[in-house]
């Protein structure tokens, strides 16, 4: 690490827990639920007012946490190779990486399916668990693409010292490569590529952050680029306003992710790394390092949790007239959404108290256990089941955890199944890698 930097980037600990408030608090504005003659359902309001698609430049903050993600990678494989003493191997470091991810995951993912099978056995309506299995997996999307560039990791590091800058350069070209023919064509499935290549590029910018690579003159030249490109892109180009998913357009920008949202991310990676000194300094003093320790230490916590509180206030705010439905739009639905937000934050308070309380139940990595095996059969196992887990947790926030109101099968048995491989490890450790 250069000497001119500080040893901890304080700022990027903001960054990374600020990214994540800030994508919790766009779920819930967007979750708009209704109870209407006596039947509850849900409003977009990106479609029914279409002006607020502008809103998601600034709550489609994703690309901060993977750009941060990147960051935090190469500190710690750095951190672990200048450790003479404890020599770890590289299938080590990815498995403990993952255990990390899996573990809360599964707790989280188990206590939903349990929820939701009690539902199914009390015979409440299949819409209704369709909706709320819904609301509780679409944002398990980014744990997917998460373990997706962990188990890259070595290779992105490899490729850093190899080749610098150019690495993310060509994988951001390979984005407008793959977007040009799929929308071109006509052929859009080939655009899922574009999971693996732009959010690689993005963790590729904080791995060259950290290597001192993207000075403050390259980032800001790089943000001015990608404010003068997004616009034109969504204005005279095929994609839409929106950042995020809206039902009806024929591309999206963020599923697959597209040529614009890695101009977004040019820009609010430009911006934020460039301030990384000033902001450093603001929050070297104070009450500031503290509070950011706790919020990263409940960052996952408050990502894998925060749809659950709108499962327990819906059915019990809207039917009993506790929270108002005012017509979508109006100047009392907007207040009606801050209430609804503040209600949310309050419930979120309670539940992650409860969830500290109990850490080493919800925030335990995934347990492994030792097999007298090859460590190359381990390291197989470990891939394979990484990327089983990936699939699962993408086909659940594609289609719910009671998709039309059914239990998901295939997802979970690709999980369980997934998370069994992860967890074998050699009996006997070999530093190797």
């Known amino acids: 690490m250069p000497a001119s930097r500080p040893p901890r980037e304080v700022a990027l600990d903001l960054y990374r827990f600020g990214a994540v408030v800030i994508v919790v608090i766009g779920h819930w504005l967007l979750s708009v639920m209704t ?41 710690s494989w750095a951190r672990m190779d200048a450790d003479e003493h404890h020599a770890v191997s590289r299938q080590d470091r990815i498995r403990a ?70 690495v993310p350069a060509v994988l951001g070209a390979a984005v407008v490569v793959v977007d040009v023919v799929g929308i071109s064509t006509g052929h859009t499935g080939i655009r899922v590529l574009n999971y693996l290549f732009c959010w690689a590029a993005i963790y590729q910018l904080g791995i060259a952050w950290h290597g001192g690579l993207l000075r403050r003159r390259l980032l800001l030249t790089t943000a001015v680029v990608g404010a003068a490109v997004l616009p034109a892109l969504v204005t005279w180009g095929p994609y839409p306003v929106a950042m995020i998913g809206v039902p009806g357009v024929r591309v999206e920008n963020s599923a ?30 104070g009450v500031w390092p503290r509070v950011l320790k706790v919020g990263n230490a409940n960052v996952m916590a408050l990502y894998l949790w925060h749809m659950l509180p709108v499962i327990i206030v819906t059915p019990i ?19 009606a959404r801050l209430q609804w937000e503040l209600v949310l934050m309050v419930v ?50 594609a289609t719910g955890f009671a998709p039309d109101g059914r239990f998901p099968v295939l997802p979970v048995a690709l999980f369980v199944a997934g998370a069994a491989m992860v967890a074998v490890r050699p009996r006997i450790r070999t530093a190797t890698g």
């Open 35 to 75: 109870y209407r003659d006596g039947e509850f359902g849900r409003d977009n309001p990106l479609v029914l007012m279409p002006w607020t698609q502008w809103l998601t430049w600034f709550f489609q903050v994703v690309p901060v946490f993977f750009a941060v993600a990147g960051y935090a990678s190469a500190v």
């Open 97 to 166: 990486r993952v255990a990390r991810t899996l573990g809360p995951t599964a707790v989280y993912s188990l206590f939903v399916l349990l929820v939701m099978s009690a539902l199914i056995v009390v015979g409440l309506s299949g819409q209704v668990r369709d909706v709320a299995g819904w609301a509780v997996a679409m944002h398990l999307w980014f744990l997917a693409v998460y373990l997706m560039v962990v188990l890259l990791t070595p290779l992105s590091l490899a490729a850093h010292r190899r080749w610098g800058l150019a």
């Open 256 to 285: 697959p992710p597209s040529v614009a949202l890695l101009a977004l991310a040019l820009v609010q990676i430009g911006v934020l790394f460039a301030i990384v000194p000033a902001v450093n300094r603001v929050l070297a003093r």
């Open 317 to 335: 705010a809207y039917p009993f007239g506790l929270l108002p439905q005012p017509p979508l739009g109006s100047g009392a639905w907007w207040l």
């Open 348 to 397: 979120t308070v309670v539940l992650l108290s409860l969830l500290s309380w109990q850490r080493r139940l919800f925030a335990a990595p995934l347990p492994t256990f030792g097999l007298p095996v090859p460590a190359l059969v381990t390291e197989a196992l470990l891939y394979l089941g990484s990327a089983a887990c990936a699939l699962a947790l993408a086909l659940i926030a």
